[in-house]
């Protein structure tokens, strides 16, 4: 999760048994099959040929290290789903960890973590149109203008700079030494006001750093809980941040998860929602379209948690609720979406980490639409 959604890579610091036990289980595989397989080799295929209009995509991550991570595409109007649509247009392998993924007009930019790579392809036919290499451990993709992006990175200790239009690297920001006592930070999740970009420093850190876009410069940082993992900005220009808090055994320690509210005229902290339980690691903020109502994650990395499932609150709130809108009855509720032109809810659910997943479909009440089946780890979802 974070920021959205982890890799299997990172959770596994969580000890959690079920990601142990798919690892071990796809070593073995991976020594025969890591010698021959070429992700980036045209397979002799019978290629999907179609055309969507209006759809929400989900991006499923895999199994880290096993190549195959996949696209899925869901219809809301005919409830229809389409699995694996990159490598059944392109007779491609999506590649190690689907991270995430940004829409830029007709084009889409699929993050590839493990990868170090990000495909470009046309929305509505799938078809692969180009990439970007030469990335660590690329996150996010988020655009500045139609001929600047910015890529956060999972271990590079910087962001990348990339021209979209020509699909090349054309320079970087360094995040080391910026008002923080940490020495390098690693890039997340990014928000855009003015011309500021708010990046969320989440993996062993606490700190949201600000980068004048203007200048590709980090002018500033906020100290937040640890581990911050998703933002969003609500409708008076109010940044609001979720932390995890970290985990039990962590050498960057362990504190109780925390949503706080940000002034970004002062870059203070005017509200803390401090979640009562230690072992809650709640993820996944959204906001609905009018930017007043908060939606996340209630739970913590793959074992049982009471009251786990989907909280809701309005930006007003002076409490946090104490019961979740939608329970989590069954499964990990894994990721979670907010379709805000239709004021819907998505959650996925990882399942066991090892077989393939499913998506729930639910209206911003919690009365549930449909359900479907979807890929393995399905850790992020993308509206046209």
Not at 108 to 126: D, L, Q, W
Not at 206 to 211: E, F, G, S
Not at 309 to 320: E, P, Q, R, T, V
């Amino acid at each position: 999760m974070a920021g959205g959604s982890l890799s299997l890579e990172i959770k596994m610091k969580a000890n959690n048994p079920y990601q142990l036990k798919t690892i071990l289980s796809i070593i073995l595989g991976l020594l025969i099959l890591s010698s021959c397989m070429n992700d980036d080799a045209i397979r002799d295929f019978d290629t999907l040929n179609t055309k969507q209009s209006e759809g929400i995509f989900i991006i499923n991550e895999g199994n880290f290290t096993y190549s195959n991570a996949s696209l899925s595409y869901y219809n809301p109007k005919s409830k229809t789903i389409l699995n694996d649509v990159f490598y059944n247009t392109n007779a491609l392998p999506l590649g190690d960890i689907a991270q995430s993924m940004s829409i830029r007009d007709s084009l889409a930019y699929v993050v590839i973590n493990n990868s170090g790579k990000i495909y470009v392809i046309n929305k509505s036919t799938f078809k692969y149109t180009g990439k970007i290499t030469g990335l660590v451990s690329p996150r996010y993709i988020h655009f500045i203008n139609d001929a600047k992006a910015y890529v956060s990175d999972l271990y590079a200790q910087s962001i990348t700079i990339v021209d979209p239009l020509n699909l090349s690297i054309i320079g970087a920001i360094d995040l080391n030494n910026h008002n923080s006592e940490f020495k390098q930070h690693n890039a997340e999740q990014m928000l855009s006001y003015n011309n500021k970009v708010y990046l969320a420093c989440w993996s062993y850190d606490d700190k949201i750093l600000v980068i004048d876009s203007d200048k590709d410069l980090v002018e500033d940082s906020i100290t937040v809980g640890k581990q911050p993992n998703s933002m969003v900005l609500d409708k008076n220009h109010n940044l609001w941040v979720l932390s995890d808090g970290g985990f039990s055994g962590s050498s960057y320690g362990q504190e109780k998860a925390s949503l706080k509210q940000i002034d970004l005229s002062t870059n203070t902290i005017i509200k803390n929602f401090i979640f009562d339980d230690i072992d809650a690691s709640p993820s996944h903020l959204q906001i609905n379209k009018n930017a007043d109502s908060l939606f996340f994650i209630y739970g913590n990395w793959g074992t049982s948690l009471p009251n786990a499932g989907i909280y809701a609150m309005s930006i007003n709130d002076i409490n946090i609720s104490q019961t979740a809108i939608i329970p989590q009855t069954d499964g990990i509720f894994y990721s979670l979406g907010f379709d805000k032109e239709k004021s819907e809810i998505y959650i996925s659910n990882a399942k066991d980490y090892s077989q393939n997943g499913e998506v729930y479909r639910f209206t911003s009440l919690g009365e549930a639409i449909d359900t479907f089946d979807v890929g393995i780890n399905p850790g992020n979802f993308c509206f046209e």
